[in-house]
């Protein structure tokens, strides 16, 4: 009977080992990856050094859209002091997120990632949601979703993670 | 062991089974909703006296979005 009562006890504990990974913390090494883009691989350790906004994103969420035009402009006016967006985009199926972008065209750099790997690795809580990561590679905070009225502290966070 | 005892142990087995069976249907991560956050599969029935619905609750509650899956802009959906 014992062995009985271990093997119901293994069955119970796999109903909570699937749980979802934890958001990363601020001042932890940004996950590592490794991507296909618009322009060829992103790769985040290639852009130490840099202060990269990386954005999830898909077609079918509604802010994220309204976040492109913003982030194009932030790709713009913060480029040359050192500012990288990276969008990853989360669509199934690329048709999608190709729709998208020619309706919505991105001047920063946008990369791939229909497994869903990427996100599943920096614990993604929200669409859209992104990681402002320091030039030392470190996560200096993470936002999800996109207002109206957020544009101003998510550009003061991007200003002051220049300095 | 006897008849009975077998069969209260398959039995037990067996809805302990079926009960970690469930632990594989997960509900789907926030970038998986891609096709939940289609137009046709919001609750409800008629499109257009869904969108007369939001359209009251814009302009008498000052509120907008969550009627759906991709477009709260929240963040939470």
Request: aromatic content about 8%; overall charge neutral.
């Amino acid at each position: 009977m014992n062995r009985l009562s271990a093997l119901a006890l293994a069955l119970c504990a796999s109903l909570f080992a699937a749980l979802p990974a934890a958001a990363i913390d601020a001042n932890t090494p940004a996950p590592e990856f490794q991507l296909n883009g618009s322009r060829g691989a992103v790769n985040l350790g290639a852009l130490k050094g840099k202060v990269v906004y990386l954005d999830f994103w898909a077609s079918w969420c509604g802010p994220c859209k309204q976040s492109f035009p913003w982030m194009n402009e932030m790709q713009a006016k913060y480029g040359a002091k050192g500012l990288q967006i990276v969008g990853i985009n989360l669509d199934a199926k690329r048709a999608d997120a190709d729709k998208f972008l020619a309706e919505v065209p991105a001047t920063f750099v946008v990369a791939f990632d229909a497994q869903g790997d990427t996100p599943k690795r920096y614990g993604i809580k929200g669409m859209p949601t992104s990681v402002l990561i320091g030039a030392d590679g470190k996560v200096v905070q993470m936002h999800a979703g996109f207002r109206d009225d957020e544009r101003k502290a998510l550009e003061d966070a991007i200003v002051a993670a220049l300095k | 062991m006897t008849m009975k005892k077998t069969f209260t142990t398959a039995l037990v087995l067996a809805l302990a089974a079926g009960l970690g069976g469930c632990s594989v249907l997960q509900p789907p991560q926030p970038w998986e909703k891609g096709l939940l956050a289609k137009p046709e599969m919001t609750l409800g029935g008629d499109a257009l006296e869904g969108r007369f619905d939001v359209h009251i609750l814009n302009s008498k509650e000052a509120a907008s979005g969550g009627s759906g899956v991709g477009g709260g802009g929240c963040g939470c959906n």
